[in-house]
Nanobody, 124 residues
Framework: QVRMVESGGGLVQAGGSLRLSCAAS????????VGWFRQTPGREREFVAS????????YYADSVKGRFTISRDNVKNMVYLQMNGLKPEDTAVYYC?????????????????WGQGTQVTVSS
């Protein structure tokens, strides 16, 4: 089992930036993909971005492409989500999740360990 802990959320004005961090412990970090998802009340959890175990492959939802960047540090067991050009519609609880394989995409069933989430609020 993997433990995932998110941090870095907060309140920011539209157009601003935030960097979310995800600290992982448990299973060998370099052996699995990691994804970021987000959720707002009354809506299903939405895929944001994912990164392969080596960091060589990344995937993004169309809604964040060009604004968000996912990265990982396999020495520190950390994954980051740099969010630039934030919009009010980016407001959500953001979750990081450990994948079951070396590469993972947008389907939540590809992930088996989830953090508790960090709130991001973008004001207009």
């Amino acid at each position: 089992q993997v433990r995932m802990v998110e941090s870095g959320g907060g309140l920011v004005q539209a157009g601003g930036s935030l960097r979310l961090s995800c600290a992982a412990s448990g299973r060998t970090f370099s052996c699995y993909a990691v994804g970021w998802f987000r959720q707002t009340p009354g809506r299903e959890r939405e895929f944001v971005a994912s990164i392969s175990c080596s960091g060589g492959s990344t995937y993004y939802a169309d809604s964040v492409k060009g604004r968000f960047t996912i990265s990982r540090d396999n020495v520190k067991n950390m994954v980051y989500l740099q969010m630039n050009g934030l919009k009010p519609e980016d407001t959500a609880v953001y979750y990081c999740a450990a994948g079951t394989r070396r590469v993972a995409g947008q389907n939540s069933v590809e992930y088996d360990s989830w953090g508790q989430g960090t709130q991001v609020t973008v004001s207009s």
